[in-house]
């Protein structure tokens, strides 16, 4: 079964397919089994408090069943959040006449592109830091596909770019160092009794350059180790949600493409809303027919992956009971 033994879930698909609701769905199967579960949205549009019928969750872990608790990564709060710890440190290391212009700068970078792909995929690589260590499985209900292809691939782009800034700064210390050796230093300590002004700004210059190092190398390790982990099919699984249409099979087959080429342990997919054989009707029968055709294509073109069939439910799926039903056809589908 696919929740026995994997420590990270992430449940991507088109919008629009229920991604939410198979996501809380599984957590809420976990949960019954004894599992402890951390339940993440990292979608824009968050709607796990939709799916349990409760109050907004928002950015903090709140219990939301027995073993079960959610959170929802708030995208905007995540940049607001980022851009104020990277200020603060600017700040620690900079005149106070300088302020307003890391102000500016800061105010520019929060429109700059991928500064939120920046911003989330940090505080996910935490989190995921976090359900290891304090849950026994953890769900991502991830954003549309093409954002979670960003967010898969960025830990290894932005390792690339963390290293280049380290090296960039290993010159910087470098070329100070040599102009320091350079500066006539003879009688400084007889003209200037108290002491050579620029021994200060060197020592702040080794501070910061130390701090900046050190700031760097971390992210540079958090974003190794959410890499790995991502790669890791002993404790990581992804699995694509889709609706037997025409749209979302031709989404879902460029997202398997890509997750393939990057070596992500795909899971399987789980196809949402089939019609079930006790619906009747001739629109449903003239829609029915349609539906065998998409879901024949499903079958050859995923043939390699394993595919769970949830079938359309005649009322919304809303709230702890719901779900805990639909949890029942997802342990009968073979989860």
Known sequence: MLLTGQRV??????GGVGKTTVSSALAVLASQRGQKVLLVSTDPAHSLADAFGRAPIGDRITRLAPNLDGLELDPDREVEQHLAN????????????????????????????GAQEAAMLERIANTIELGLSDYDLLILDTAPTGHT??????????????????????????????????????????????????????????ERNKAITETLLARQRL??????????????????????????????MRAVTSLQQEQLPLAGLVVNRVLPAS??????????EQEQQHLAQINTEFAKLPRYQLPLQATDIQGLEALQQLSALLADAGF
Not at 9 to 14: A, D, M, P, S
Not at 164 to 178: C, F, H, M, P, Y
Not at 279 to 288: S, Y
């Open 279 to 288: 619906a009747d009707g001739a629109f449903l029968a003239k829609r029915r």
């Open 86 to 113: 990277v200020s603060a440190q600017l700040k620690r290391f900079t005149r106070p006449e300088m302020f307003a212009e890391i102000e500016r700068q800061m105010r520019l970078t929060r429109h700059s592109p």
């Open 149 to 206: 292809l960003r967010l898969l691939s960025l830990p290894e782009a932005m390792a690339a770019w963390t290293q280049g800034l380290l090296q960039a700064n290993q010159r910087s210390k470098k070329l100070g160092d040599v102009l320091d050796h350079l500066t006539p230093k003879a009688g400084r300590d007889l003209d200037n009794p108290m002491g050579d002004p620029n021994q200060h700004a060197t020592a702040g210059m080794d």
């Open 9 to 14: 879930l992430l449940v991507g698909g088109k």
């Open 223 to 252: 974003l190794q180790r959410t890499r790995e982990i991502l790669l890791d099919h002993q404790q990581t699984a992804l699995l694509f949600v889709l609706t037997p249409e025409k749209l979302p099979i031709l989404e879902t």
